[in-house]
């Protein structure tokens, strides 16, 4: 990938995990920094991955191809407000990850007329496993489109959209999923133990059991739904297992759990917008 500089702009988890993605992948740590405040996060991603780390977020973004805001998306306006003049100056390409926020405000906050791609990624990014959605404005060239590509690609799987009010839909599904998924092996961990096994028993079967699922319905040409079927034997445990889910409504759970978060996605952008 192309070894541009690239700036993050706050050094909390989603930053950590897009870092050390980037750095596992290859990218040369002397062309990353991060900005924060907090000089506990800023020792430990120091330390850690051997970028360059800053207390002043207009020194951190200076000649940066790319300007990741990661921050959270209450305080984004007044993050961008100061830096808009030395990015259009610059011509850097900003990169936001905050859910809810949208591009023409992103835009507007940093004076208009700025590329701005605006993605949702995940943790997993930290291991290379990260799935991110991205968007584009009109002043995005193919270069710098490039350029957003290659560093969330190099972290996971990436898929551009058209229209960025799907990625209100997106932060639900994959932004958050992975406290879904990670709920769902506290749970059946736990169950497990209750029920008598071993804990270091309990942990692995439970992550290695959602790894070879999420594996393998990745690899087949069949959809998880027909997988899951192939797993129930007729009159068996599985079945018993799947008629106490449907009787306590799961999949109806999941389908509020998805549709409160991407409605909080939509009034966290209306919200902040009014700004
Ligand atoms: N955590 C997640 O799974 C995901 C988070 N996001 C988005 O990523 C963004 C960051 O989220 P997290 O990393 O979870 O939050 P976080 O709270 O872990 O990190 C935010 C960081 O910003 C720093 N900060 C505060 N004020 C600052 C300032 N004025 N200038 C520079 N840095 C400042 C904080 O010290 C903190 O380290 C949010 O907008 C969130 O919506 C997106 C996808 C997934
Ligand atoms: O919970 C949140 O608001 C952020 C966005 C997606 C995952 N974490």
Redesign the pocket.
């Known amino acids: 990938m192309a070894e541009e500089s690239i700036t993050f702009?706050?050094?909390?988890?989603?930053?950590?995990?897009l870092v050390g993605g980037l750095i596992a992948d290859g990218y040369r740590a002397e062309r990353v920094h991060v900005?924060?405040?907090?000089p506990a996060?800023r020792m430990d991603l120091a330390n850690r991955f051997r970028i360059h780390v800053h207390e002043d977020?207009r020194k951190a973004v200076l000649r940066a191809a790319a300007v990741v805001?990661?921050?959270?998306?209450q305080?984004?306006k007044?993050?961008l407000e100061p830096l808009g003049p030395i990015l259009r100056e610059q011509k850097s390409l900003v990169i936001s990850?905050?859910?809810?926020?949208r591009e023409p405000d992103i835009s507007r906050w940093l004076g208009g007329q700025i590329a701005v791609v605006r993605t949702?990624?995940?943790?997993p990014a930290l291991v290379r496993a990260g799935a991110t959605a991205l968007y584009a404005n009109e002043y995005v060239s193919q270069n710098q489109r490039d350029l957003a590509e290659s560093l969330l690609r190099a972290v996971g799987i990436i898929q551009w959209l058209d229209d960025e009010t799907l990625l209100d839909i997106v932060?639900a599904l994959s932004?958050?999923g992975?406290?879904y998924f990670f709920l769902l092996m506290e749970t059946l961990e736990a169950a497990a133990i209750e029920l008598g096994l071993p804990e270091q028993t309990a942990r692995l079967l439970t992550l290695e059991t959602a790894l070879g699922a999420a594996r393998m319905a990745l690899e087949s040409d069949e959809d998880p739904g027909r997988l899951r079927l192939r797993v129930t034997s007729p009159g068996g445990t599985t079945e018993a297992a799947t008629r106490v889910l449907e009787s306590g409504g799961a999949q109806k759970l999941f389908q509020q759990a998805l549709q409160a978060a991407t409605t909080r996605a939509g009034e966290l952008g209306r919200l902040l917008g009014e700004q």
Do not use: E, Q
């Not at 702009?9 to 995990?17: E, V």
């Not at 990850?97 to 926020?101: H, L």
């Not at 949702?120 to 943790?123: I, R």
């Open positions: 702009i706050g050094g909390g988890n989603m930053a950590y995990s900005a924060d405040p907090d996060k977020n805001l990661a921050v959270k998306p305080i984004i007044s993050v990850i905050a859910a809810g926020v949702m990624p995940n943790t932060t932004g958050s992975p406290a």
